[in-house]
């Protein structure tokens, strides 16, 4: 990997919908970007180091340039069930 590649990505909380806070490793953010040579360009996600900071979802990922990220991403991530539809039984 080239220096420069390698970007904390965040995401805040408060623009997503009842997210289940004890499933964050499993949520995965991308983007629309094609040019594999763009800056912007996600080129992979390690969920192992996605954390949860403060009100913040934290992402590592690997960009396709080096320098400052900016850019659209869009967050997939699991709803918090409740209580009537847990289908516990």
Wanted: hydrophobic share 30%; with cysteine.
């Amino acid at each position: 990997m080239q220096n420069g590649k390698v970007k904390k990505l965040s995401v805040s909380l408060n623009d997503l919908a009842n997210p289940d806070l004890n499933g964050y490793s499993a949520y995965n953010i991308k983007n629309s970007e094609t040019d594999t040579s763009s800056a912007t360009y996600i080129a992979k996600v390690f969920p192992q180091f996605t954390k949860l900071n403060g009100t913040k979802v934290e992402f590592i990922v690997l960009t396709g340039g080096t320098g400052s990220w900016s850019g659209n991403v869009t967050c997939s991530y699991h709803v918090q069930p409740v209580t009537y539809d847990r289908g516990d039984f």
